[in-house]
């Protein structure tokens, strides 16, 4: 430190009390430096000053400076520092007194201390924080703390700088207070987004040699302003959604920056398309972004969607973008079977190709999934084909027969080609209607029935059976009985077959030995339009009953003229008198006949052979045997019961002629009872021969008037009758028919027992009128029906050629 002393003496007044003497010291010298030389400045002697007890009068001050009477000099005593002494004051000077006794004197010495730059500028405080927001002007001003520089003067502070100065510069300007303000000025608007925090270094300097400085650094946050728009990482997002996904499936998420910071980075995402119903389907979450279903989607309704989405920060900046989704189709529907028309009921013999249904079919999915293929469940005689697009026709595919199915329930079945394949059918029944194709047709093809004769007229003989497949009236079997002749005669006067059940009837009593069989054709036809029919033979046979006996051929038996038959007495043991010849109508058992022995003169004498009648000797003829032998030979046959005729044979036991006339004289008593039975016999053929003729007589004369009556009907444009009993109402609906109807047959036959018979028929429906037919001598007992009531059902037919 260069010592500098100012040396001022100021003599203005030397008086003994008053002299002055001023000194300049700089501050901070080192204890023990020289001040100045007073003793010589105030023209004092060393001596006087010890002589007089020099001494310094500070009052309250420090004392800083002491006075050296030896040398006569001021020394410095204790350091000074100018700054703790005066601080900004100046000039800055220590005032005090030299007083001397004996005299007493006093100077006024003044030492001005003077300022050395020792003080650095410094700021209060290590750092300055500043928090401006981004949005702030150029221009915008900010207030530094000033730093302060305890040296005065040109020691004193003297500027400020900035560094950097990219957005910053200083301005200084003059405090009232002699300082300088210090502001900071905004140059460069702030971007937070490129720099969030700043740093400066402020630096004070003083205007000392060397110069000093101060430095504090100033911390700026640029504060955060919504000056920034979200922005989405895409403009257009792509998804796909399966059709029918669940609620909640997320399609994806969309995202969007914001530049800004803290709340104005926070961005919300929301649907802004404004189509409608779209907000029902989906949503995005407002602060993930997620996009997600909410809805039901039909692939079907639509295959696309596009929704805007917004984003939107705090400040009300938005952003949009597009998500475009693509529906994949699902097989979600069924095949739709639209039966368009349909035919309830077809005829069997409906021809091939037949369309009976007409359908449509659709499928609203896509590709495969739409594809549908129809088919028909069962095996049945239709085939489904494909008219135009989508469009079907059932049609018939082969023959229909009603009688083996009549009626199809068809199901439709279609499927599309999905997978899983979706399928619906539709189940469509279908009537077949009859047509006639089915001919009646017999259980069998030919009958055999039986019947034994001398049966009661009216006898039900045999039922035939014919069935007919078709339905209803197409199956409504009747039975006519065709006409033929047995034996010249017309088979309708042997049986009668009742119209509506087969039943064949017995017309007349049979005889077996006149008839033993004979065949009649029934034809059943059925009711349809027009009818079929077909025929069968059935053979009647007859069976034989025993209702004739024997007749004995031989011996003929008269009464007048007796025969007999010679046995020479010489006759061997077995000689062969002679043979009973019998015969009998009937056959079989009936027939077969056997001869015995009944009543014998000498009944050792002779046999009769049981089989063959034969009439032999059994033992040797002896002279003692009568000449006159008469034998009863019973011949009997086989029936059950048995019928039996009784022969006599007269045998003659002699060697010449003569000798049996006069043996057999006696035979002739029997004449007169002969001629009685004779005679009663022709009394009683004539009585019945006169009954038979008049009893003819009666028949054909009626005969004939109804043949008049039958003529007249015929021509008269009513030549068929169908005849119902008065009792036959209105049954037809059940189809059966009341058979009680009585009628009764006169006829004659042509047996031995010619008689007048009255039968009663259990059955009989159809009556058969033909004028041809006289040998058929059927009389009507309600005949007055026929006339009264013309108008008859038609139901059952009456068949006129016979
Ligand atoms: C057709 O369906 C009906 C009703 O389900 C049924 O009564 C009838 O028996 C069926 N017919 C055939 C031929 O299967
Ligand atoms: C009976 O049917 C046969 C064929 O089955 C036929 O040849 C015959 O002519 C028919 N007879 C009558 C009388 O209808």
Excluded at 66 to 76: A, H, P, S, T
Excluded at 179 to 186: A, F, H, N, R, S
Excluded at 458 to 482: C, H, M, P
Excluded at 579 to 600: C, E, I, M
Aim: with cysteine.
């Amino acid at each position: 430190m260069r010592r500098q002393v100012l040396l001022f003496v100021s003599v203005l007044s030397l008086s003994s009390v008053a002299g002055q003497v001023s000194y300049s010291v700089p501050e901070e010298m080192a204890k023990g430096s020289l001040v100045g030389n007073i003793a010589q400045d105030l023209g004092l002697d060393l001596k006087r000053l010890k002589s007089g007890n020099a001494r310094l009068h500070v009052g309250n001050s420090a004392e800083y400076i002491e006075l050296d009477k030896d040398r006569g000099v001021l020394l410095v005593r204790e350091r000074v520092d100018r700054e703790a002494l005066c601080r900004q004051t100046t000039p800055c000077a220590l005032h005090f007194q030299l007083i001397l006794d004996k005299p007493i004197e006093f100077y006024r010495i003044t030492v001005e201390i003077t300022d050395i730059n020792d003080n650095a500028p410094a700021f209060k405080t290590k750092s300055m924080i500043f928090e401006i927001s981004e949005s702030a002007v150029k221009g915008a001003k900010f207030s530094l703390e000033r730093a302060f520089d305890s040296d005065v003067g040109l020691n004193g502070l003297k500027s400020y700088t900035l560094n950097p100065t990219d957005n910053f510069h200083l301005k200084l300007y003059d405090h009232a207070d002699g300082g300088k303000e210090v502001e900071m000025i905004l140059e460069k608007p702030l971007d937070r987004e490129k720099q969030e925090q700043i740093s400066l270094l402020l630096t004070a300097v003083d205007g000392g040699e060397p110069q000093l400085s101060g430095t504090v650094q100033i911390h700026v946050t640029v504060l955060d302003v919504n000056d920034n728009a979200p922005v989405f990482t895409q403009s257009v997002y792509k998804a796909t959604l399966v059709e029918n996904s669940p609620k909640g499936t997320l399609l994806t998420t969309v995202s969007a920056t914001d530049l800004d910071h803290g709340s104005n980075a926070l961005v919300t995402y929301s649907i802004a398309s404004i189509i409608d119903g779209i907000t029902d389907l989906f949503e995005v979450d407002g602060t993930s972004g997620d996009v997600r279903l909410i809805g039901n989607i039909d692939y079907e309704t639509s295959k696309h969607y596009q929704l805007d989405i917004k984003a939107k920060d705090h400040g009300g900046h938005t952003d949009s973008c597009k998500i475009v989704i693509d529906i994949i189709d699902v097989n979600d529907n069924s095949p739709v079977i639209d039966l368009m028309s349909t035919t309830q009921t077809i005829r069997e013999d409906s021809a091939a190709q037949t369309v009976v249904a007409i359908m449509s079919v659709h499928d609203p999915d896509s590709d495969n999934n739409g594809v549908v293929n129809c088919f028909l469940r069962d095996n049945v005689p239709f085939i489904i084909k494909p008219t135009s697009d989508m469009f079907y026709s059932l049609v018939t595919d082969s023959d229909l027969d009603r009688e083996r199915a009549s009626e199809y329930n068809i199901s439709i079945t279609c499927c599309d080609e999905g997978v899983p394949s979706l399928s619906s059918s539709v189940t469509l029944t279908l009537h077949i209607s009859d047509v006639n194709d089915n001919a009646p047709v017999f259980e069998r093809s030919s009958y055999e029935a039986y019947i034994v004769e001398n049966n009661t007229p009216g006898l039900s003989i045999f039922t035939v059976k014919a069935t007919d497949a078709d339905w209803n009236q197409n199956a409504r079997v009747s039975y006519i009985l065709e006409d033929s002749s047995v034996n010249g005669v017309p088979v309708s006067s042997y049986v009668s077959v009742s119209a509506d059940s087969g039943v064949i009837h017995a017309v007349r009593s049979f005889d077996y030995e006149h008839i033993k069989d004979f065949h009649l054709c029934v034809k059943a036809q059925d009711g349809g339009s027009p009818p079929l029919s077909s025929n069968v033979t059935v053979n009647i046979m007859i069976q034989d009953q025993n209702d004739n006996a024997p007749q004995v051929l031989y011996p003929v038996q008269t009464s007048s003229s007796v025969v007999a038959e010679m046995v020479p007495r010489s006759a061997d043991v077995g000689y062969l008198v002679t043979k009973v010849v019998a015969v009998d109508v009937d056959s079989g058992q009936n027939a077969w006949l056997s001869y015995k022995l009944q009543k014998a003169t000498d009944r050792a004498l002779f046999e009769v052979g049981l089989q063959n009648g034969e009439i032999r000797t059994i033992r040797q003829v002896t002279d003692k045997d009568a000449v006159k032998q008469r034998l009863t030979v019973v011949v009997e046959d086989n029936g059950q019961p048995s019928r039996s005729a009784t022969v006599n044979v007269n045998v003659a036991v002699a060697d010449s002629f003569p000798e049996v006339l006069s043996e057999f004289t006696d035979f002739t008593h029997d004449k007169e009872y002969n001629d009685n039975l004779t005679f009663y016999l022709v009394l009683a053929l004539a009585v019945v021969s006169f009954l038979f003729i008049t009893c003819l007589v009666v028949i054909i004369s009626v005969k004939i008037y109804r043949w008049r009556q039958s003529r007249i009907l015929y021509h008269s444009s009513l030549p068929v009758i169908p005849y119902y009993p008065p009792r036959y109402s209105d049954t037809l609906g059940t189809g059966t028919l009341q058979h009680v109807y009585n009628y009764e047959v006169c006829r004659t036959t042509d047996s031995r027992k010619s008689d007048c018979k009255f039968g009663r028929a259990g059955s009989q429906n159809v009556l058969i009128m033909e004028p041809s037919c006289t040998g058929t001598m059927q009389r009507i007992q309600n005949e007055k029906n026929i006339l009264d009531e013309p108008d008859f059902d038609s139901e059952v037919s009456v068949y006129k050629n016979c």
